[in-house]
């Protein structure tokens, strides 16, 4: 019996492989992408293990979870301890959140000058996305880009303290319908040397519901010209890449949710982009193989207690669709130790293929719309001097 909540989102039509020549790798900075595919920073998924596990399937451009600006040149062990890379990690790519010129500009520096773990980054990107109350409240995360003026000053400081090093920039379409920022927020981005940008195709309004409207990557697409553009929201399924990036025309996209529990989605998109078709799904046997791997990664990661603790959120994503049955997802919720998962998972049955539309049953963040909430008065002007309080740069979750 697959869980009640499984119900996968509709599917659309197959899309035809892709052509020789008919896509390129994305130029940010020294970074030639290929293919065009960049793993979204998720705050509490993208750290080093997850990224090495999802690396080993593909290629692409994978950025470390978010850290905030204020917390880094603060010297915070926990921003540290989150932006760590693994030691042979390359590119190393993270990304950065904050809401005033002057912490990001000191972030920016001390990440380019290898601070984090001794090693500069290669590449800083930005989070404009997050929808987060406690965030916009105080103008901050998707609120602030309505202050244009503002929001300029931050990129500016960034990308003047990268130095060589590119800075990318991601956004949602605006705060909701009636407050739409995202071409202003990718041209000031363009005028002031960003690399490239990303669009969550969602307003923060919608949280994480509903579809991407990706008619408005194809506006971003036709609004900035000199730099790639990268499409965000509903990549489930390699095809669904190149269905955006044929519809839009973007430069390349970046997947989120997509591969919670299904690491091996970057596979897919390297054999499609290279005009083969995607590989058989993994059976249950192979999917928790995975999980063991990805579990002892973590702990290896974080030591046993925390990874494994860590690692609770991910089982219920690779189990998604599978007749594994609620006992044992509620076992492995509380499971305590890399033994007790490998002794409960044993009995399952190994050679139960992979669930039917799988790929496409929503992991990680769902829900509903909810209104926006912002400062007093913040939506009467755009181009007025804000300060922001220190409110909406604790540590965030969420872009
Ligand atoms: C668990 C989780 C954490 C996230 N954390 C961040 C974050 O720290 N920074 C950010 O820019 N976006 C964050 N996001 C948003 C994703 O990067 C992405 O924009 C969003 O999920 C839409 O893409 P998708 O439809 O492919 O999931 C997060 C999303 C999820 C599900």
């Given at each position: 019996m697959t869980d009640l909540v499984d119900a996968p989102l509709p599917a659309p039509e197959p899309?035809?492989?892709?052509?020789?020549?008919?896509?390129?790798a994305v130029r940010i900075g020294q970074m030639e992408v290929w293919p065009p595919v960049v793993l979204a920073p998720m705050a509490g998924v993208t750290n080093a293990p997850f990224r090495t596990l999802c690396r080993r399937y593909g290629a692409g451009l994978y950025v470390n979870q978010m850290i905030t600006a204020r917390a880094l040149v603060e010297g915070h062990r926990k921003s540290l301890v989150l932006a760590a890379f693994a030691p042979?990690?390359?590119?190393?790519?993270?990304?950065l959140y904050g809401?005033?010129?002057y912490s990001i500009g000191e972030a920016a520096r001390l990440l380019v000058?290898?601070?984090v773990d001794g090693i500069p980054v290669d590449h800083i990107d930005m989070n404009f996305g997050c929808p987060m109350k406690k965030v916009t409240r105080h103008g901050g995360g998707a609120a602030l880009p309505w202050k244009r003026e503002h929001y300029r000053k931050i990129v500016r400081a960034a990308v003047k303290n990268a130095g060589d090093v590119p800075v990318t920039v991601k956004f949602r379409i605006g705060i909701?319908?009636?407050a739409i920022t995202f071409i202003d927020a990718g041209k000031i981005a363009e005028d002031e040397g960003v690399q490239a940008v990303a669009l969550h195709a969602r307003t923060a309004n919608q949280l994480y519901s509903g579809q991407a409207d990706w008619r408005r990557i194809t506006e971003l697409k036709d609004a900035i010209t000199s730099i790639p553009v990268f499409g965000n929201g509903d990549i489930w399924e390699a095809d669904d890449a190149l269905r955006m990036m044929r519809t839009t025309g973007c430069d390349g996209v970046t997947v989120g949710r997509g591969c919670l529990g299904r690491p091996w989605l970057f596979g897919d998109l390297a054999e499609v982009f290279e005009g083969r078709p995607v590989p058989p799904r993994p059976d249950l046997g192979q999917v928790l193989d995975g999980m063991v791997e990805h579990a002892g990664l973590l702990c290896?990661?974080?030591?046993?207690?925390?990874g494994i603790r860590d690692f609770r959120k991910h089982t219920g994503w690779y189990l998604k669709g599978f007749p594994a049955g609620g006992a044992m997802r509620a076992r492995l919720n509380r499971v305590g130790s890399l033994a007790e998962m490998r002794e409960l998972i044993a009995v399952l049955d190994r050679d139960i293929p992979f669930p039917e539309g799988g790929m496409r049953m929503v992991r990680g963040h769902s829900g509903s719309?909810?209104?926006?909430?912002?400062p007093a008065g913040w939506l009467d002007t755009r181009d007025d001097e804000v300060a922001i309080p220190k409110g909406a740069e604790q540590l965030v979750s969420g872009g």
């Amino acid at each position: 019996m697959t869980d009640l909540v499984d119900a996968p989102l509709p599917a659309p039509e197959p899309e035809p492989p892709a052509r020789r020549g008919e896509f390129n790798a994305v130029r940010i900075g020294q970074m030639e992408v290929w293919p065009p595919v960049v793993l979204a920073p998720m705050a509490g998924v993208t750290n080093a293990p997850f990224r090495t596990l999802c690396r080993r399937y593909g290629a692409g451009l994978y950025v470390n979870q978010m850290i905030t600006a204020r917390a880094l040149v603060e010297g915070h062990r926990k921003s540290l301890v989150l932006a760590a890379f693994a030691p042979d990690e390359s590119p190393r790519s993270i990304q950065l959140y904050g809401t005033d010129p002057y912490s990001i500009g000191e972030a920016a520096r001390l990440l380019v000058d290898g601070l984090v773990d001794g090693i500069p980054v290669d590449h800083i990107d930005m989070n404009f996305g997050c929808p987060m109350k406690k965030v916009t409240r105080h103008g901050g995360g998707a609120a602030l880009p309505w202050k244009r003026e503002h929001y300029r000053k931050i990129v500016r400081a960034a990308v003047k303290n990268a130095g060589d090093v590119p800075v990318t920039v991601k956004f949602r379409i605006g705060i909701d319908d009636d407050a739409i920022t995202f071409i202003d927020a990718g041209k000031i981005a363009e005028d002031e040397g960003v690399q490239a940008v990303a669009l969550h195709a969602r307003t923060a309004n919608q949280l994480y519901s509903g579809q991407a409207d990706w008619r408005r990557i194809t506006e971003l697409k036709d609004a900035i010209t000199s730099i790639p553009v990268f499409g965000n929201g509903d990549i489930w399924e390699a095809d669904d890449a190149l269905r955006m990036m044929r519809t839009t025309g973007c430069d390349g996209v970046t997947v989120g949710r997509g591969c919670l529990g299904r690491p091996w989605l970057f596979g897919d998109l390297a054999e499609v982009f290279e005009g083969r078709p995607v590989p058989p799904r993994p059976d249950l046997g192979q999917v928790l193989d995975g999980m063991v791997e990805h579990a002892g990664l973590l702990c290896e990661w974080m030591g046993e207690d925390h990874g494994i603790r860590d690692f609770r959120k991910h089982t219920g994503w690779y189990l998604k669709g599978f007749p594994a049955g609620g006992a044992m997802r509620a076992r492995l919720n509380r499971v305590g130790s890399l033994a007790e998962m490998r002794e409960l998972i044993a009995v399952l049955d190994r050679d139960i293929p992979f669930p039917e539309g799988g790929m496409r049953m929503v992991r990680g963040h769902s829900g509903s719309p909810k209104d926006v909430h912002l400062p007093a008065g913040w939506l009467d002007t755009r181009d007025d001097e804000v300060a922001i309080p220190k409110g909406a740069e604790q540590l965030v979750s969420g872009g």
